[in-house]
């Protein structure tokens, strides 16, 4: 069964350096996601990707944080200058079947990143 | 999206039917019933979703009031792998790729 893919599994970091988290989406689906989980809260929604550019994003996605898929199977997220609150579980996520699915369809969920800025 | 209200947490044992219910008063006529669960250490996956009728799959079945302000998430027999945190979570069928909005959902606990 195809699955979402993101690496590496555990990334640490030093404040104020830049972090690249790597996904694969499921290769027939058009729209991705990312979404993070501190320790101990929520899931919480950063940003939604179609069509090559940000559909929705949340207020936590603000200008240190970037999307890109650079080439057609890779959709990164980009932290330009990590601070100690990015500690996080980072979650990637891809919907919507090129053959008859749509943005509200079941969105599949990657194993995560493990941030850690010390 | 609605807003949902779940219990925090509850407990069952292996091997029985475990009853999640969901309450969204607030639940507009084009709002869709998605559940995920998230398991330990895992991304969340996704379980099943309806919007008017009861709805059964391999995983679960989703059963809708008739009101559709509350829904239950049944498990039939649940095992221990089925211990996790399930969401509850209503989702518009307008256009748009915006996120899934989490909650704190349920922790199921399953017993030996």
């Known amino acids: 069964e195809p699955e979402v893919t993101q690496t590496p599994s555990h990334q640490v970091t030093q404040m104020g350096q830049e972090v690249i988290l790597h996904c694969v989406p499921i290769s027939n689906h058009l729209y991705f996601y990312w979404y993070r989980q501190i320790l101990g809260q929520k899931v919480e929604f950063l940003v939604s990707?179609?069509?090559?550019?940000?559909?929705?994003k949340s207020e936590i996605f603000d200008d240190q944080f970037s999307v890109e898929r650079p080439d057609g199977s890779n959709f990164t997220l980009k932290i330009r200058s990590t601070k100690l609150e990015d500690s996080a579980m980072y979650f990637c996520a891809s919907s919507g079947n090129i053959l008859a699915g749509g943005p509200r369809d079941t969105q599949y969920f990657g194993p995560g990143t493990r941030l850690t800025v010390l | 999206d609605a807003k949902t209200t779940q219990p925090n947490s509850m407990e069952s044992n292996e091997e029985e039917p475990v009853h999640l219910p969901c309450n969204h008063s607030?639940?507009?006529?084009?709002?869709?019933i998605h559940w995920y669960r998230q398991l330990p250490s895992q991304g969340p996956e996704y379980v099943i979703h309806g919007l008017t009728s009861n709805v059964n799959n391999r995983m679960a079945s989703l059963a809708i009031a008739e009101d559709r302000k509350s829904s239950t998430l049944i498990l039939h027999r649940a095992t221990l792998r089925d211990a996790a945190v399930y969401y509850c979570?209503?989702?518009?069928?307008?256009?748009?790729?915006?996120?899934?909005?989490f909650g704190k959902g349920t922790h199921l606990i399953i017993q030996p």
């Open positions: 607030t639940i507009s006529g084009t709002d869709y």
């Open positions: 990707f179609y069509n090559n550019e940000i559909s929705e």
């Open positions: 979570i209503l989702r518009d069928t307008g256009g748009g790729a915006d996120g899934l909005t």
